[in-house]
């Protein structure tokens, strides 16, 4: 599979947005639920959400529920995460990857975006 490559991040103040952006394959993106997850410093990577089926089926991490969205357009190849109502433990490097059962379904990460909320 191609690695993905994650983008939009950037340093925003609590409370702020940012919408991330994850270009794949057309391969990978047709033939799997994409999801979205972070790595904090000194922390494992986590789950963060997840896009399933041909209805576009979502689920979220507790943490992020109500503030984040996810999405994807098959026709560009893209998979998005909506950030709103952003908080310093949002900050992380986030990356995209097919997903199974909220977890990767491979080790072939892309180099990640990272996102830092600070005042």
């Known amino acids: 599979q191609a690695q993905p490559v994650e983008s939009g991040g950037g340093l925003v103040q609590p409370g702020g947005t940012l919408r991330l952006s994850c270009a794949t394959s057309?391969?990978?993106?047709?033939?799997?639920?994409m999801g979205w997850f972070r790595q904090a410093p000194g922390k494992e990577r986590e789950f963060v959400a997840a896009?399933?089926?041909?209805?576009?089926?979502?689920y979220y991490a507790e943490a992020v529920k109500g503030r984040f969205t996810i999405s994807r357009d098959n026709a560009k190849n893209m998979v998005y995460l909506q950030m709103n109502n952003l908080k310093s433990e949002d900050t992380a490097v986030y990356y995209c990857?097919?997903?199974?059962?909220?977890?990767?379904?491979?080790?072939?990460w892309g180099p990640g975006t990272q996102v830092t909320v600070s005042s």
């Open positions: 990857a097919p997903v199974r059962s909220r977890r990767p379904i491979s080790d072939n």
């Open positions: 057309r391969d990978t993106i047709s033939r799997n639920a």
């Open positions: 896009v399933v089926g041909s209805l576009d089926s979502t």
